[in-house]
């Protein structure tokens, strides 16, 4: 059988890099398409999908928001991302500082929001790349636009993981720690669930060691200095984009 001419040659691999670069772009537009259909149609995490594939436990009851103690949300935002009801998914002042602290030769910070974290557990993948970040970034601002706040919040808390045995969502998380439902927590129980988020593989709010008890304090004490930085998840949702 007679090689191909090099023209032949060219023009089919020609076809399979253009074939190769329709895929990736269906795959970088895929999260765009499909998040304004989270509004209304409750998403799965890369997560909780890698976990379902690989055989791995996954518990995890999707709960409305108002079906969850309001001491939660707040303790979330006053740990996590303090301006959550005042960015467009990107905190840039707080990642400003975080840039500056790394130039003065500490160590680079996470500046993440919830929207940012969000993004990431519906879209991407675990772990520090640049290459995420840089994906990342235009999600969470796309997120913002097409999703309201409130909803934004219920998504995360819901996808989040908040145990060591594969618990994923409040719902399932205050189960496992308090041994209630997320709609009894109380102001106590929502601060050190807030405070497990970093880590809740070795950070154990069924018994709190000194340094966990501490921090939960710190937010409870944050949570009741500002009854107001929640108050975009109490506001009425418009159309499209409404805060």
């Known amino acids: 059988m007679s090689p191909k001419p090099a023209g032949e040659r060219g023009a089919v691999v020609a076809r399979g890099v253009r074939s190769l670069a329709f895929v990736l772009l269906a795959v970088l537009l895929l999260p765009y398409l499909v998040a304004p259909l989270y509004r209304f149609v409750d998403p799965v995490s890369t997560p909780i999908l890698w ?15 108002g079906r969850i103690a309001p001491a939660l949300p707040l303790a979330v935002i006053v740990a996590e991302d303090g301006q959550f009801c005042r960015h467009h998914g990107i905190d840039w002042g707080e990642l400003r500082e975080a840039v500056e602290t790394a130039d003065e030769g500490g160590a680079l910070r996470g500046a993440s929001t919830l929207t940012q974290q969000t993004a ?3 879209f991407l993948w675990d772990g520090r790349s ?8 235009p999600l969470a601002l796309w997120l913002d636009l097409v999703l309201p706040k409130r909803r934004i919040m219920e998504i995360y808390l819901n996808i989040a993981r908040w145990g060591p045995n594969g618990e994923f969502g409040v719902e399932a998380g205050a189960r496992y720690a308090f041994g209630k439902s997320a709609r009894d927590l109380s102001p ?3 601060a050190l669930l ?11 709010p ?16 944050r949570a009741l200095r500002s009854p ?14 409404a805060q």
């Open 51 to 65: 976990r379902w594939i690989r055989g791995a436990r996954v518990e995890r009851i999707f709960v409305p928001i």
């Open 188 to 190: 106590h129980e929502a």
């Open 130 to 137: 640049v290459i995420r970040k840089a994906l990342e970034f």
């Open 206 to 221: 069924r018994q709190p060691g000194l340094a966990l008890r501490r921090l939960a304090g710190l937010y409870e004490a």
């Open 228 to 241: 107001g930085r929640d108050g975009c998840l109490r506001r009425s949702t418009g159309g499209v984009g």
């Open 194 to 204: 807030a405070a497990v988020l970093p880590n809740p593989v070795l950070r154990n």
């Open 120 to 122: 990431k557990n519906l």
